[in-house]
């Protein structure tokens, strides 16, 4: 079972929403789309399930050319952020609504219904119509009617967004578990990067209509091939410095200067982009190879057990997020310390050059 996307595009009113796009999904797999909103993930999806038509390239499924075919006459199930449930049936029927269409027995719906409605806590509230349950307990109602219909390929879109945190988390957790177990395709759209490597599988990053890259969510997220894809996959995005090197020496930005170790040490003198996750800056120096760097503190934002710094160094914007609570006043000079093995190399161009060395090592 394979769902195969070859040189797919989409186009509304002549303006490009998908580039040309090559996908190959198998049985069995989480798949979640990566990106931020208008990226294009909801447009895939749609293309992937046949609820709109390709301007080019074709829809395989099984190695059938589905390209043409209807969404009713394809095994597909989808669950949007905003739920959709029939509002006058009880919570039971509405999970049961897609079997009695399929013509599933009786005794099996009533199994598959309360073993679905369990996993979804949803027991409870079998015999109640969907506008007398919470938001959350709406959402869960259509995720469970889209879980029971045994489809070959189950579309996510955000489906998670609306729940409260405990539950995201639980159902976080849950969803790979269902999906192992019911050898669908299962595809998983998602504004977070956390979210995706949570769920694992594999990924595919997204920005403005393209895929940048597709690839095991670990292996996308520890070498993005290119600088807009390490973007993607950093929340708050990814930091940017001009870094140079000459022979043993990298030269960050305004002097601020380390030994070419490691990777970099086989890095060609010249030119290139150095980028590093907010994660990754610090606020004292933990280790002798750091670099230091002296910025402008603009905005503090407290989080309850780290800090959200934002840093203007010479006119780059930058984000940290450190340990601890730091109350620091906007406008203060902050001292921030980079170890270069968390730093990546790209080109100016904005292709990977050098992955950072922790990275390697993981």
């Not at 195969?4 to 580039?19: A, M, N, R, Y």
């Not at 209509?209 to 996959?233: I, L, N």
């Not at 950093?234 to 022979?247: C, H, W």
């Amino acid at each position: 079972m394979t769902l195969e996307l070859k040189g797919v595009s989409k186009e509304v009113e002549g303006q490009t929403h998908i580039h040309p796009t090559d996908l190959t999904l198998e049985k069995g797999t989480m798949n979640v789309l990566l990106g931020p909103t208008l990226s294009g993930k909801t447009s895939l999806m749609r293309l992937m399930a046949g609820l709109d038509q390709p301007a080019t390239g074709k829809v395989f499924w099984q190695g059938e050319d589905v390209t043409g075919q209807r969404v009713q006459d394809r095994k597909v199930a989808m669950v949007y952020q905003q739920f959709i449930n029939y509002p006058s049936m009880s919570v039971y029927d509405n999970i049961a609504s897609p079997m009695k269409l399929m013509g599933v027995d009786k005794a099996e719906i009533d199994r598959r219904v309360r073993e679905t409605a369990e996993m979804m806590q949803l027991t409870p509230m079998l015999t109640r119509k969907p506008l007398e349950l919470s938001g959350g307990q709406q959402q869960r109602c259509a995720l469970a009617r889209a879980l029971v219909k045994n489809a070959g390929l189950v579309l996510l879109d955000e489906p998670l967004a609306n729940l409260d945190y405990k539950l995201r988390e639980e159902l976080r957790a849950e969803i790979p578990r269902i999906f192992e177990a019911s050898g669908s395709i299962f595809v998983y759209a998602t504004t977070e990067p956390e979210e995706a490597l949570l769920l694992g599988g594999s990924t595919a990053t997204l920005w403005e209509g393209r895929v940048t890259q597709f690839g095991p969510t670990p292996d996308v997220y520890r070498k993005p091939v290119d600088a807009t894809t390490a973007r993607v996959f950093s929340d708050p995005p990814m930091n940017f410095l001009q870094v140079s090197k000459t022979g043993g020496k990298l030269m960050f930005g305004k002097g601020a200067t380390a030994a070419a170790t490691g990777p970099l040490a086989d890095l060609p003198d010249g030119r290139y982009t150095a980028g590093f996750r907010p994660n990754h800056l610090e606020i004292g120096r933990h280790s002798p190879e750091a670099v230091e760097f002296t910025c402008t503190l603009t905005v503090t934002e407290l989080t309850g057990s780290e800090t959200f710094v934002h840093l203007d160094h010479h006119g780059e914007r930058w984000v940290g997020l450190v340990h601890g609570v730091h109350e620091l006043g906007a406008g203060e000079a902050l001292t921030v310390y980079l170890d270069p093995r968390h730093v990546y190399i790209f080109s100016e161009e904005g292709a990977l050059v050098a992955p950072a060395s922790y990275a390697l090592a993981a």
